[in-house]
């Protein structure tokens, strides 16, 4: 593995996690807590027609039951889509909407009595006709739109007038499948009764202060009187927009008792949040010469039962698009909804799928009018200056689409293209050769991310300093071992001139009013680390004026725009076509994340994504039955590759600095999956010499593209 | 309750008592269950269980032997090779080391295929006797439903030891630690073959015929109840068999070679 960087310092919150040393939320208990779990459908879409709880309500231990009559449940009040309240959903009805919807709560002194209890629960189902598939609701046409304006939409050009008269026309329909983020620590929230007729909620939830707006407004209650705790999280991969504090705070608000709910794995699928199974429709019009003259995505993503961060989701496909300007170019996002568990916001928010299916698509382009890969992507992806078309804001009446007209202030995609064609190229000379009846193929893709929202982000730092200690207290969360600590001590100790070992990183909740946006959109070393960055220069500024004692400063940061990060992949990919199995030989990745603090961190998100696009690429895939149930069998059955899964990896980071940002950072925590699939699909079509359907390339679906019952390509 | 026998006769009166107990071995099939996991476990960490004997014609496996200890003692013996490969090819290897022979056989799991062609024979015991049956007749036929009767224990497999047999297995899954889709197990003696199939079929199935007769091993591919599922379709599961059959047929030489 090799990596090209500055030296990394030591690990802050990682050596303390290493020992055990780390309290997680899932360990987390106060005293006299009670043990909550849901009565949860097990049909696709039902309504519970009543429920016998007499025996349940007697069982030992058994503190509540709340049944949906027992209580006038609020909605959950979900994140805005711009100002619009497009996500509120019901914390708990009578109606399931999808498998794993809570219909009954039940708390008890231990674990154990409430799981005896709930085996007393008899409710009485009446299964109902549901929409169990993204096939289904898209033969539904308009009637499955999740969003009340339909589809969000954007047209630059007159693409169709393109199409009608281009040399080369091309169209690819993609799929790729449900899948969820597979974080190791479970679902979990804690929520307690204060004194004063607040709430505090212990929660891994990524954005703390949106999660006190909403759980303040579902309570009826102030957000002073609602504090957000976010201990550090076993892995979130932004799946963690679940509903367990709310229904932990129904039945603590109830029992006026702290209560603890957590899920276990094969609810954590159900309950959880998952990615958005999509279809994708890629058109383009091309000279013969492989000038791309206009370009259409059209994407159909599945939601689930309800939009929850959807919206934004399908929003963010347009980052393929972009990715690759042509003068003329249209984007349609539809969100539909089924009987399916609630996908939302997992990392790379809507880009893997999008940039999927692009990328797939040019390689298929470039086989079909023989011209290099890497040379098309040189030619036409995006560069520093240009407009970044995707992104803008949403007109909430229409869902028309209107860019803002930002600019690119920096881009190494060149650099990365290039690397990964030079590791391409040594790999393919020390690789051995591949076994009898196996083929080989090579493959690459490239993607464009997000660094934030900009504007709308915004993070708060405190530092104080005198010789020899330097506090910084954030309001950022620690979301699954981003490392963000480690990060803002290094920043915070550089501007200083402080030893690690002087500086104190304080992760505050959000009694301590340091506003967050959270950690989401690859972000908070691009925000937050500013907004230490900042308060520190203003203390060294006093220190310099010669003022004297301890020196403090507090800084509240809104970037000026979301810095986008770049990626390639490079890969190696053997398949035997006589059984479909592919053996991922070698990958490699060129990443431009800006400046790289702290190169052993990046490098670990990087793998990991690495890991993630390629358990996305062969394996993952959550599977329902014709009814809306589970019907992935197990764990194992589902697929997240071992660490001894893995091929030799090899990451290289792009020597760039992001004019627009006073470190010169970008994101990185999501820009390395976003190549990773669409380069192993590239390697195995270029392999086998057919496409496939979509994701994932399991065994049986490369089987079948040898035998050409492949994908859908006009 | 957890209960902990010393010895088999204390297991027996444990399970008269607690005839609701469920027999924990390796445990990684029952304890994972979480809180559907039974009210009453029996514990079978017995040394009489655990035991491995070699006689002229067999060696005799105890049911609490490794899946992991089966590979290492059976990479030596040529002719049970399919037990061996089937028993290696079990991952991860943390689950290996604490996957019982008895618990995966008992399943319905990797090793049965492989140790139903090669002709092992299953030894059981309830309070009264003990009774000795063909590998396959205590495999499940439902899956996740075992087919041993009430408080009856396996207590050792027992795998021929035959000079002349030569055996091969092969299977292919979908995901990396995921069950086989397709799984053939090959075992010959002289021209006589036996086969076996897992993991296309919703039961172990088996055939025995003539080496030199591929074509009834091929209608016999053909007519079995080969089912579909989310892992893969019943049509890919068919053509995985023949293909898988095609290679152990193809390696047993090899295999032979290596036992001469
Ligand atoms: C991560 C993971 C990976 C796995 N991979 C595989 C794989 O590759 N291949 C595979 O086949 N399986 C696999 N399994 C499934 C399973 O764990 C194994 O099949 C294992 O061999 C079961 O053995 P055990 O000793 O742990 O069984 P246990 O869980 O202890 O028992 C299984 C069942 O058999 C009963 N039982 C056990 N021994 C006796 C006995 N002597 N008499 C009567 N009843 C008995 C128990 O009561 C129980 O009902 C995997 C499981 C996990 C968790």
Partial sequence: ?714 | MYLRPRNLSELFEMWHAHPEAVPVAGGSRVLPLGPQRPAVLLDLAIAALQTIEKEAQFLTFGPMVSVDRLAAVLASLPGLHAVAQAALGFVPVQVRKQATLGGNLLIGGSLAPALAAVGAIAIIKNHQEIQELPIQSVVPVQPGRLRLPAQTLLVAVRLPLEPSMVSYYAALRRTPVGPAVAAVAVAVVGSGLRLAVGGATPQLQMMQGDLADRAAMDRWLQDLPVTGDPRASAAYRQAMLALLLERALDALPTASRQSA
């Fill in chain 1, 1 to 714: 593995m090799t990596i090209a960087g500055e030296s990394s310092p030591a690990l802050r919150d990682g050596l303390a996690k290493a020992r055990g040393e780390v309290a997680f939320g899932s360990e987390l208990r106060v005293a006299g807590n009670l043990f909550a779990i849901a009565l949860r459908s097990p049909f696709g879409h039902a309504q519970l027609l009543d429920v016998d709880a007499a025996a349940a309500r007697c069982a030992p231990g058994v503190v509540a039951v709340l049944t949906p009559w027992d209580l006038s449940a609020p909605d959950v009040p979900g994140d805005l889509f711009y100002d619009q309240p497009l996500s509120r959903r019901p914390a708990l009805s009578a109606e399931a909407l999808h498998v794993g919807a809570p219909v009954v709560l039940l708390a008890a002194e231990t674990l154990a009595q409430a799981y005896e209890a709930l085996r007393l629960l008899r409710p009485n189902w009446l299964e109902l006709p549901g929409q169990f598939s993204l096939e289904g609701a898209l033969s539904q046409g308009g009637a499955a739109e999740a969003l009340p304006f339909g589809a969000v939409h954007w047209q630059q050009g007159d693409p169709q007038a393109i199409f009608a008269q281009a040399a080369i026309v091309r169209e690819d329909i993609l799929r790729t499948s449900t899948v969820q983020a597979g974080a190791l620590e479970p679902y979990w929230a804690l929520v307690e009764p204060t004194a004063q007729g607040g709430f505090i909620v212990h929660n891994g939830v990524a954005a703390p202060f949106e999660l006190r707006r909403q759980m303040a407004e579902f309570l009826g209650l102030s957000l002073q009187q609602v504090e957000v705790r976010c201990p550090p999280v076993g892995g979130g991969f932004g799946s963690r927009s679940d509903d367990l504090a709310f229904l932990a705070a129904l039945l603590a608000r109830h029992c006026q008792r702290p209560v603890r709910m957590q899920l276990q794995r094969s609810e954590g699928w159900l309950a959880g949040r998952v990615r958005h199974g999509a279809q994708l429709r890629v058109r383009s019009a091309l000279t013969q010469q492989g000038r791309l003259l206009a370009r259409e995505l059209e994407v159909w993503y599945d939601t689930g039962a309800f939009a929850d961060l959807g919206p934004y989701v399908v929003l963010r496909a347009l980052r393929s698009l972009a990715l690759y300007p042509a003068e003329h170019q249209r984007f349609i996002g539809h969100l539909l909804r089924t009987n399916k568990p609630v996908a939302s916001a997992t990392r790379g928010f809507g880009n893997p799928q999008a940039t999927f299916a692009v990328e797939v698509h040019n390689a298929r382009i470039c086989k079909q009018l023989g011209i290099g890969s890497l040379e098309f992507r040189q030619k036409t992806a995006i560069r520093a200056g240009a407009i970044n078309p995707s992104v803008g804001v949403v007109d909430t009446q229409t869902g028309a689409f209107v860019p803002k007209g930002a600019r690119i202030s920096s881009s190494a995609l060149p650099w990365c293209l290039q690397r990964a064609q030079q590791g391409l190229e040594e790999a393919i000379t020390h690789l051995p050769a591949c076994a009898p009846g196996w083929l080989r193929g090579q493959g690459v893709a490239a993607a464009m991310h997000t660094t934030g929202k900009g504007r709308a982000e915004v993070s708060t730092a405190e530092v104080f300093w005198t010789p020899g200690l330097l506090r910084v207290r954030s309001g950022a969360t620690d979301q699954g071992g981003t490392g963000v600590a480690s990060v803002l001590a290094q920043i915070a100790g550089q501007v200083l001139g402080e030893p690690p070992e002087a500086i104190v990183v304080e992760l505050c909740s959000t009694a301590a009013e340091l506003a967050d946006s959270g950690a989401h959109a690859s972000s908070r070393t691009f925000v937050a680390g500013a907004a230490v960055w900042d308060a520190c220069q203003l203390v060294l500024a006093r220190r310099k004026a010669g003022e004297p004692g301890e020196l403090s400063a507090r800084s509240a940061w809104h970037p000026d725009g979301n810095a986008p990060p770049f990626a390639t992949c490079a890969a190696v990919v053997d398949v035997e076509p006589a059984t479909g199995l592919c053996q991922v030989r070698w990958m490699g990745l060129g990443v431009d994340a800006g400046r790289i603090l702290n190169p052993r961190q990046a490098l670990g998100q990087v793998l990991g994504a690495a890991m993630m696009g390629l358990g996305f690429a062969l394996y993952e895939r959550l599977d329902f039955t014709a009814d809306g149930r589970l019907a992935s069998l197990s764990v194992a059955d589902y697929g997240t590759p071992r660490a001894t899964d893995m091929p030799p990896i090899d990451v290289w980071f792009a020597p760039s600095v992001e004019e627009s940002h006073p470190l010169g950072v970008k994101g990185i925590g999501e820009i390395g999956l976003m190549p990773v699939a669409p380069a192993l699909v590239n390697a195995i079509e270029a392999a086998i010499g057919r496409p496939l359907p979509g994701l994932p390339a399991t065994p049986e679906s490369v089987w079948r593209a040898c035998r050409g019952e492949g994908g859908t390509c006009t």
